[in-house]
């Protein structure tokens, strides 16, 4: 399920799709809390020398819940660059450049098996203007996947329901 695609200067786009949970409950003892929690992210990008199509299991679904709410605030205070990163597998680094009246600057930079390159090896640094409209999809379609793919353990929910240490949030400049 796509999540959203988003499209930039000089041939930039970067679409993102989260793909399911890493593990089946059922294929996990119950002290495994926290790989009760992994989901595989496909992430499909284009830029003036490649395109590519990579997927990793690196976020967490409290890490889909922390993108969603930094995503949607972000926008809201404009004069503040920020960062965002999972905290566990920090292969996508999405950076809030800046905003005009019906647009946003974002710049993501994936890392290792997500880059042009896969395989772990560099990065790739993606640089998109978003209009309003895709904005607000990114964030239905976030909110969709957060319902289809919820945080499965006690662990994982209330890190969700706090946005306590895993809600990397980084004040730039």
């Known amino acids: 399920m796509t999540l959203f695609k988003w499209t930039g200067d000089n041939s930039h786009s970067f679409e993102f799709e989260a793909v399911g949970y890493q593990y089946k409950a059922e294929q996990l003892s119950e002290e495994a809390d926290e790989d009760l929690e992994w989901v595989v992210i496909q992430v499909t990008g284009e830029n003036q020398s490649a395109a590519w199509c990579h997927s990793d299991p690196c976020l967490c679904t409290y890490d889909l819940v ?11 205070e ?3 660059k920020k960062l965002w990163m999972a905290r566990w597998e920090p292969y996508i680094e999405v950076y809030f450049m800046e905003a005009s009246a019906d647009w946003y ?8 098996m997500l880059s042009a390159h896969g395989g772990g090896q560099g990065a ?3 640089h998109l203007q978003v209009l309003e409209n895709q904005h ?3 964030l ?6 957060i319902k289809r793919l919820p945080c499965r353990s006690d662990q994982g929910k209330a890190i969700a329901a706090t946005g306590s240490d895993r809600l990397h949030v980084i004040q730039i400049g």
Do not use: G, M, Y
Request: charged residues 20%; glycine residues 0%; contains cysteine.
């Open 140 to 145: 239905r379609s976030l909110d969709a996947a």
């Open 66 to 76: 922390s993108f969603r709410n930094w995503l949607c605030n972000v926008v809201k």
């Open 105 to 112: 600057h974002f710049a993501i930079v994936l890392h290792d």
């Open 136 to 138: 607000q999809l990114a």
């Open 78 to 80: 404009p004069h503040e």
């Open 124 to 126: 790739t640094v993606l």
